[in-house]
Structures are given as C-alpha cells and as structure tokens.
C-alpha cells in the first residue's frame, strides 16, 4: 500500500515538471507522453468522455479497460479525467496547447524495425539505429558509420546491413572516403588456411589480421550501396602495390555458394584485368569444401588458401595461402605459398590487405588516396 502511495506521490511530483516522462506499466496499456508534442493536449474532437480522477494514475486506470481509450487528458487541479480516442500524431496535428494544470499520456507507439523500448516508455535506438523519426537510419558500412554514427577516428565499428541478423564489428578507416576492411594479412599471426565455416564467419581479430566473414560480406555488398573492391599488397620492402579496382563487387548467397560478382561493363579495359578477372560468379572453396567445378582438382586444397576458384589453373593470386616471406623476397615458385602475380610478378607478398569502399567519382583518387 505504502509503495502504491509512495509511486502517485512519485507521479504527482513528476507531472509537475514538463520535461519528465514518467511511464505507467501496470495492466496492459503503457502511458507515455509524447515528447515530440511538448506542452500539448488531445485536441477536444478526440475527447469522448469526462469523468472524475483522484490522481494521473485514477485516470489511467478508466482508460485502460476501455478498448476505444488510447490516450488520457488530467486537470490536476480540478481532477477532470478526459479519455481520448488518439494518440499524438508525430506531426501533432491532433494536438493543441495545453492550459494550465493540463496532462497528456497515451499509449506509446509500437517500437518500429530499429528501436526497442527505453526505460522511460520511449522507444530508442537500437545498437546499429539511428535517426528520427523511428531510427529509420542504420548504419550499413563504415560510411554510415562515419557520417550517422559514433566515429572517433579509425577503429573498429558496429554496423549491420539489413541482411545481418545481428551486428558485427568491422575495422573503418577514412581516408578520402570510408574503407570497410574484409582481409588483413600484416602481423602474420593468424592462420589461413581454416575450414569452410571459419571463412563463412570469418576469423581472427578486426583490427589485426583477419578475414571479415562470406556471410558479413555478403550482408553488406546486398544492402543499397555500390562497393569497389581494392586490394593492396606490399613486398619485403614495404612498398605497396595496387590491384586495380573491381567495380561493383558483390558476393551472391550461401546458397549458390557466395560467388564473386562485379560490374564487367563498369570497367574501362573489358574485361577488367587482374587475379578477379576470370573469376566472375565463381564459388568460394576451402579445404574441405571443394566448389572450383573442375573434376580432379581442388585448387583451395593445392594452394592451401581458400579463395574463389573456377578453373584448373587455381588463379592467378592467393592470398590466404601460407605466408612464406622468403628471404630475399621472391617467390619460392611453389604452389602453396602466397602470391599474386597481376600485381608482383614472382615477387613475394609480405601483407595482403582487401577493403570495400563505396562506388562513387572519389575514385580518381586511387592509388593515390
Ligand atoms: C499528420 O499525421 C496524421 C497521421 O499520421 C495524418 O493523417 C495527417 O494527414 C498529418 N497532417 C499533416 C498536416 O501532415
Ligand atoms: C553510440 O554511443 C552511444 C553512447 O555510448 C550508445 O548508446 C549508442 O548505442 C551508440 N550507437 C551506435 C550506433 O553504436
Ligand atoms: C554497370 O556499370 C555500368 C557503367 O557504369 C552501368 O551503366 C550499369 O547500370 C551497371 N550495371 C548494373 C547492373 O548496375
């Protein structure tokens, strides 16, 4: 009882401040205020029956059993109980300024995709949400990141495509325009050579070496933005070397095997040159899941790299093979070391490192950027 009276002393307090937002959760109706119709009452068309009210909480409670009541109006100062057949409308239109003494609750709206209920009976983002109304904004890649969420500098962020059921983290960095980081291969810590459900989660540490994961990737080249994918390797001495860039780089589903897409017209040299260019709508195949379509072979086997493999030269390139830095920096000449010919020749890599950045005119700038 005490506890009762202790909660509408509680209410009584509150209501007489405009910025609270107290919440009634008892019964199945939630009140809320509207905070985005401060200082405003349902306007009197929506007001279909007066009655007599001790407190905010009497008040409620003649509105909850009514399935017509959504919303109430209280004068604390004449205990006038006004039940309301809306809710605010967020544009308030239904709504008018209140007068003095005047309350408003109603039902809160649901929660919409990117909200969940907040403590205070408001719906708030989501972890990956933003925007108002109704957190209609998430943050897909590391460009919604930079420009919608919390960026403090390069680092590694939450986002989640719409595809993702939960999300994950990824490693961003800006400059010129926001990279998402798929693979790194700089520490030479971690081992490659892994089984089909590593490479479909992906592994290792977002900020070290890594690989992001089929499924995140696929998750995030499907949502609504072009992606370009850039690949740069570096050689004993540290100097960098470009691949050139493939446009529009998609990867299909788990069901056809997250095949290697791209925008073939997209390119100026038809078709597009390097390690990617004979793999279009090529399979992704590890160790123990052999999906290069060519009888006999088993070119992820070969190579001990997983990768995109469609024919029974097993590629050009293979960056997640064994990691030799041979002394001297040339290629050994085996078939599972890393390599990646286009670019380095029988050079040998020393770092791999591939990243998504959005398909735009910033373009111009690489490698130089
Ligand atoms: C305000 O919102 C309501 C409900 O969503 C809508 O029916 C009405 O047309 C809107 N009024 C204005 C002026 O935008
Ligand atoms: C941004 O930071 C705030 C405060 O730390 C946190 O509540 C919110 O979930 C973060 N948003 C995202 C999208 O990570
Ligand atoms: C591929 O790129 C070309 C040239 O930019 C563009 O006209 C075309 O619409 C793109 N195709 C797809 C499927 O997006």
Not at 9 to 36: D, H, I, L, N, W
Not at 140 to 147: A, E, G, R, W
């Amino acid at each position: 009882m005490s506890g009762v009276l202790i909660w509408i002393a509680f209410v009584f307090t509150q209501t007489s401040f405009s910025t609270a937002q107290p919440v009634e959760m008892m019964g199945e109706k939630r009140f809320a205020k509207a905070p985005y119709c401060p200082d405003q009452i349902l306007a009197p068309q929506h007001l279909y029956q007066k009655v007599k009210a001790r407190s905010t909480i009497e008040c409620m409670a003649q509105c909850r059993p009514d399935a017509d009541c959504s919303a109430i109006v209280y004068d604390t100062g004449n205990h006038d109980c006004q039940l309301g057949d809306s809710k605010a409308y967020e544009n308030c239109s239904n709504m008018e300024a209140a007068g003095p003494n005047m309350k408003f609750y109603h039902e809160p709206p649901p929660c919409g995709v990117g909200e969940e209920m907040g403590p205070d009976g408001i719906c708030v983002c989501k972890a990956g949400f933003k925007g108002y109304p109704n957190c209609v904004r998430y943050l897909s890649d590391c460009d919604d990141v930079y420009h919608y969420g919390n960026w403090t500098g390069d680092g590694v962020y939450f986002i989640q495509p719409l595809l993702s059921a939960q999300p994950f983290q990824v490693y961003c960095r800006f400059i010129t325009n926001a990279r998402n980081y798929i693979m790194e291969r700089r520490k030479n810590d971690m081992e490659f050579n892994r089984p089909w459900n590593d490479y479909v989660n992906g592994f290792g540490d977002v900020d070290g070496d890594h690989f992001l994961g089929l499924e995140n990737i696929y998750a995030l080249t499907n949502d609504h933005k072009r992606f370009e994918l850039r690949v740069v390797v570096k050689d004993e001495a540290n100097d960098r070397f470009f691949e050139n860039p493939y446009k529009e780089t998609k990867i299909g589903n788990a069901a056809s095997g997250y095949p290697f897409l791209f925008n073939v017209s997209a390119h100026s040299t038809l078709p597009p040159v390097g390690c990617f260019q004979s793999l279009y709508g090529a399979k992704f195949s590890t160790s123990d899941r052999d999906n290069d379509g060519v009888p006999n072979v088993h070119c992820a086997a070969l190579r001990e790299g997983p990768w995109w493999y469609n024919d029974a030269s097993c590629n050009t390139c293979n960056p997640t093979g064994p990691l030799v830095r041979p002394a001297g920096g040339t290629r050994l000449g085996v078939d599972n070391e890393v390599f990646w010919t286009h670019v380095l020749g029988n050079v040998a890599p020393f770092k791999v490192t591939m990243f998504l950045v959005l398909q735009s005119e910033f373009n111009s700038c690489w490698p130089n950027c």
